[in-house]
């Protein structure tokens, strides 16, 4: 299973955009590449999913270059409730089935 | 259309006790998955039942067990509970549609051990 590597923490303003990288250099061919987003004392959300290029969803976009060895999540214009931590997780889904790999997350801080 | 339920939501038991967490599955989701996050941590995999089996399972002992009913309804058992048990259980279902990744976590059960 392919490990990933992003920032333990990053702090931003209201009104910001915020890019979250996640590092993956050994990544399979066939792994996605998966964010989830988690508030204290709530269970992880999905936000969006990615195989190559560029995803967008109203919630955020993923960028994904073409060595796929890292890949942002970004954030448009972040408000106080985008405070939570962030999960990088990357594998394939379609020989993992429900297995999510979590690594530590990156909390992200809004401020106003 | 209700999620992911779970029940109870805090639990407090003491060393060497059993425990049985509950999990309902969000409506038309029949694959259901059991994580522990500790604090400060990222969610761990314990296990995952479909069809009523266990099909896969991480890296824990033989003192977490689990169950999935007909409804796809799911029970986590922990025997012989130890302090380092303390954390945050999740459950998350996934549904029909294989085309899809996603999956949806409950609330979780905080379970202290004391």
């Known amino acids: 299973l392919a490990k990933t590597t992003q920032p333990i923490s990053m702090d931003s303003y209201e009104g910001q955009e915020v890019n979250i990288t996640c590092s993956h250099n050994?990544?399979?061919?066939?792994?996605?590449i998966t964010w989830y987003q988690q508030f204290p004392s709530q269970g992880p959300r999905f936000i969006i999913q990615g195989y190559k290029t560029k995803v967008t969803n109203e919630v955020a976009s993923l960028f994904i270059p073409a060595d796929r060895k890292s890949s942002t999540l970004s954030l448009p214009r972040v408000s106080l409730s985008d405070t939570a931590v962030y999960y990088c997780l990357v594998g394939d889904w379609d020989n993992q089935g429900g297995k999510l790999i979590f690594g530590q997350g990156t909390e992200l801080s809004v401020k106003p | 259309d209700a999620g992911v339920t779970q029940s109870p939501t805090h639990l407090i038991k003491t060393r060497g006790q059993q425990v049985t967490l509950r999990c309902s599955p969000k409506s038309g989701h029949d694959t259901v998955s059991w994580y522990q996050q500790a604090l400060g941590q990222g969610p761990q995999f314990i296990f995952q039942?479909?069809?009523?089996?266990?099909?896969q399972r991480g890296n824990f002992p033989d003192r977490f067990s689990g169950h999935q009913f007909p409804n796809y309804s799911s029970e986590l058992n922990v025997n012989a509970l130890l302090l380092g048990d303390s954390a945050l259980y999740l459950c998350a279902s996934r549904g029909l549609d294989r085309n899809s990744y996603e999956q949806y976590f409950g609330p979780g059960t905080r379970l202290t051990v004391t």
């Open positions: 050994n990544i399979a061919t066939n792994d996605y």
């Open positions: 039942y479909y069809e009523e089996e266990e099909r």
